[in-house]
């Protein structure tokens, strides 16, 4: 199930950049070349926790694996 994030100008809004780096999609690798304090603060604000995990250092959030 798709997660729904904001797509408007609005304070915590994401990009389509954003978006793509937050659902490990290649397509957001320039999102990818931040700092680790600002990957922090878009994970926090946007990342989808029960799906997907990232920890500073990693450079794509990743699909979490139930087992």
């Not at 990957?39 to 926790?49: E, I, M, N, S, T």
């Amino acid at each position: 199930m798709p997660v729904k994030r904001r797509n408007n100008k609005h304070r915590g809004a994401i990009n389509q950049y954003e978006a793509a780096w937050l659902d490990g999609d290649k397509h957001g690798w320039l999102v990818g070349l931040n700092t680790d304090d600002v990957l922090q603060a878009l994970w926090d604000r946007a990342g989808d926790h029960e799906t997907m995990y990232w920890n500073p250092g990693m450079h794509f959030p990743e699909p979490i694996e139930i087992e």
